[in-house]
């Protein structure tokens, strides 16, 4: 059974810094793809950036350049880096993991079937 866990969310102010953790456990695929997404209360579900086990990186344009995504594979944790952070940012974060393929990007949602929990982040002005 896949277990997806986050952490490291919190509030930061306006042009701040912080580090998203995401551990993803019991699977053994040989080749997966990881991201991350956001939610506000009464919208859908937001791709921020995905991971592909073979390489590849991918963000959404609302990010790109602030938020890095990556993994250290000798701790088996993917995760999030964003910097200048804005108070549209402020979300719960979803880490999603499923087995990988030439597919592998941060929409849509659906195509993820292993979820974690979620972090806040919430970004003052």
């Known amino acids: 059974q896949v277990q997806v866990v986050e952490s490291g969310g919190g509030s930061v102010q306006s042009g701040g810094t912080l580090r998203l953790s995401c551990v993803a456990s019991?699977?053994?695929?040989?080749?997966?793809?990881m991201a991350w997404f956001r939610q506000v209360p009464g919208k859908g579900r937001e791709g921020v950036a995905a991971?592909?086990?073979?390489?590849?990186?991918y963000y959404a344009d609302s990010v790109k350049g602030r938020f890095t995504i990556y993994q250290d594979k000798a701790k088996n944790t993917l995760y999030l880096n964003m910097n200048n952070l804005k108070p549209e940012d402020t979300a719960m974060y979803y880490c999603?993991?499923?087995?990988?393929?030439?597919?592998?990007?941060?929409?849509?949602?659906?195509?993820?079937?292993?979820w974690g929990q979620g972090t806040q982040v919430t970004v003052s002005s």
């Open positions: 999603a993991a499923e087995k990988g393929g030439s597919w592998c990007y941060y929409d849509p949602p659906t195509a993820f079937g292993y």
């Open positions: 019991g699977y053994t695929y040989s080749r997966y793809c």
């Open positions: 991971y592909d086990s073979d390489g590849g990186t």
